[in-house]
């Protein structure tokens, strides 16, 4: 009886093992299928960022508008930008530059904000959050 009960546990050991194994192998030929189209995503991802690092590459002279008054020096786009954190204007279009839209996320008390930058050609966006001390 004991090696009854010692082999039917064994069997039963082994069932699950298989049915772990058939599973993981759905699983990966799954994946192996959607392979090409992610890679064909983040191909097409890769080059629209190369284009935009291109277009903020090339610049010769700094040029930003923000909340339509052209600004041609660094410290007074960033100066006018947190004008408008101070102002409450969130989640709207403050700033372009260079064909970007630039806009401001408000990501509450404890996370601070998020300056998004968005290229309406490429639909790409990136973001970087802000610590700012909120007064």
């Given at each position: 009886m004991l090696k009854d009960v010692?082999?039917?546990?064994?069997?039963?050991?082994?069932?699950?093992l298989r049915s772990s194994w058939v599973d993981d192998r759905v699983r990966a030929n799954d994946q192996l299928r959607q392979l090409p189209t992610q890679i064909k995503a983040i191909t097409e991802d890769i080059a629209k960022q190369e284009q935009d690092v291109k277009a903020v590459k090339d610049?010769?002279?700094?040029?930003?508008?923000?909340?339509?008054?052209?600004?041609?020096?660094?410290?007074?786009?960033?100066d006018a930008i947190l004008e408008a954190i101070k102002k409450g204007q969130f989640n709207q279009d403050i700033?372009?530059?260079?064909?970007?839209?630039v806009k401001v996320q408000d990501m509450g008390p404890q996370a601070?904000?998020?300056?998004?930058v968005y290229n309406p050609a490429s639909g790409q966006e990136y973001a970087l959050t802000l610590s700012l001390t909120r007064t």
């Open positions: 010692t082999l039917k546990n064994s069997i039963t050991r082994f069932q699950m610049e010769e002279k700094f040029a930003m508008t923000v909340n339509g008054v052209p600004l041609t020096e660094r410290p007074a786009a960033g700033a372009q530059y260079r064909g970007l839209e601070g904000y998020k300056l998004v």
